[in-house]
């Protein structure tokens, strides 16, 4: 009886010390402060060109026919709404609001969010684009050379495969 009782003992203070999710309004805090509605607008709004810049490297130093013009002139805009309405804000707050409730405690979120109010958080929070924009270029820097290897790379795997015939 003794271990009985100490068994739900210790199960009814397991079941008590299990964390709590975080409240929705908690979470919509946590967005607010990391501003996830206006990072999604900017690539939103950069979409177009991004994909425009991504287009012209992919084709760069190659002859381009007028109807493969006409795709390119058109194309990157219509990628980019039908983008725009799957990435909206609007579709995607609740998916961030349910992954964020699934993966962290209220007691995380609380700390997230009194991070984020911070001056430190703020720095990071409005500096990080930045961060992320020359990343994203410096990534982009080393794509040509990666794809040049990985060719060659190709090539010799090729070669040896033919080789052992």
């Known amino acids: 009886m003794r271990k009985t009782l100490l068994a739900l003992a210790l199960l009814t203070a397991t079941l008590a010390c299990r964390a709590e999710p975080p409240s929705t309004e908690s979470v919509e ?20 060109n991004t994909l425009r810049q991504g287009m012209a490297q992919t084709l760069a130093g190659r002859k381009v026919t007028p109807q493969l013009q006409r795709f390119l002139d058109k194309a990157p805009r219509q990628f980019a709404e039908a983008m725009k309405e799957e990435m909206s804000w609007a579709t995607l707050k609740p998916l961030y609001v349910q992954l964020y ?65």
Request: hydrophobic share 45%.
């Open 101 to 165: 409730q699934e993966s962290f405690t209220q007691e995380e979120v609380d700390g997230l969010v009194a991070f984020y109010r911070s001056p430190a958080g703020e720095a990071l929070t409005n500096k990080m684009p930045i961060v992320m924009q020359k990343t994203m270029a410096l990534v982009q820097s080393r794509v040509a050379p990666m794809m040049e290897k990985m060719r060659i790379a190709t090539a010799r795997a090729m070669a040896e495969a033919q080789s052992s015939k």
């Open 29 to 48: 805090a946590l967005l607010v402060a990391t501003k996830s509605e206006a990072i999604m607008e900017s690539v939103n709004a950069n979409m177009e």
